[in-house]
């Protein structure tokens, strides 16, 4: 069975442009999960969605958005860039995203964004 | 507040020699999961084993173990036989949420070097 993919793997902006990253869950895998990485603040979540709703979301301004498609593919945007949005951004598929915390996210290879 | 701690930045060991890696939480659900990521230099976030919060036994998954103690709140991982492949970070995360949303905090990391 394939893993999570994301798409593209590394990427270069300039501030103020928009980025749109992608991600491809496991088959079956109905809850996706996305985090951002960075050295000063390590991994923060960002949001999560189950059949195309964004379920919770974490502290991060409006810049940042998501969504889910019908096939549970989803992506992130963040419009207009800013330096401090370097990061590794994470990508990670449940499966239903059961009460407790039960089943296991399993992550892509994540997408390197670097803003100039 | 729901929080991850790992207190050991960076960790030594000689090859074949077992390791362990703390970790401690914080949190007022009683129903959560408790993770281990393994994050090699390429940047994917690999899942090695898991802990639910019900669970009376400490999980196991080959070489590693997670030492669940829950009075205490800690979910220490232990690796057995240390191999050069296993130099990487390792993360701490816990899982909580209901099927209104869901939430996965990491902690800040141990960057673990097997020596030869």
């Known amino acids: 069975k394939a893993g999570v993919t994301q798409t593209p793997r590394y990427l270069i902006k300039t501030r103020g442009q928009q980025v749109t990253l992608s991600c491809s869950p496991i088959?079956?895998?109905?809850?996706v999960s996305w985090y951002q990485q960075t050295p000063g603040q390590g991994l923060q979540f960002l949001f999560e969605?189950?059949?195309?709703?964004?379920?919770n979301k974490g502290n991060f301004p409006g810049r940042f958005s998501g969504r889910q498609f019908s096939n549970s593919r989803s992506e992130m945007n963040v419009s207009t860039l800013e330096l401090g949005d370097s990061a590794l951004y994470l990508c990670a598929s449940s499966l239903m995203g059961l009460a407790g915390g039960t089943d296991t996210q399993y992550f892509g290879p994540g997408t390197r964004l670097t803003v100039l | 507040a729901q929080k991850i701690t790992q207190t050991q930045p960076g960790m030594f060991v000689q090859e074949k020699e077992a390791v362990t890696l703390d970790c401690t939480y914080d949190?007022?659900?009683?129903?959560?999961?408790l993770f281990w990521y393994k994050q090699p230099s390429s940047g994917e976030m690999i899942f090695l084993i898991y802990q639910g919060s019900y669970d009376q036994q400490n999980a196991t998954e080959g070489r590693y173990s997670l030492n669940f103690q829950k009075a205490r709140k800690s979910a220490n991982l232990v690796i057995s036989a240390s191999q050069l492949g296993d130099s990487a970070m390792y993360f701490c995360?816990?899982?909580?949420?209901?099927?209104?949303?869901?939430?996965?905090?990491f902690g800040a990391g141990t960057r673990l070097f097997v020596k030869a």
């Open positions: 995360a816990m899982r909580e949420g209901n099927t209104g949303g869901f939430k996965t905090i």
């Open positions: 969605y189950f059949s195309e709703t964004q379920r």
């Open positions: 949190t007022s659900d009683p129903s959560y999961g």
């Open positions: 088959s079956g895998h109905r809850s």
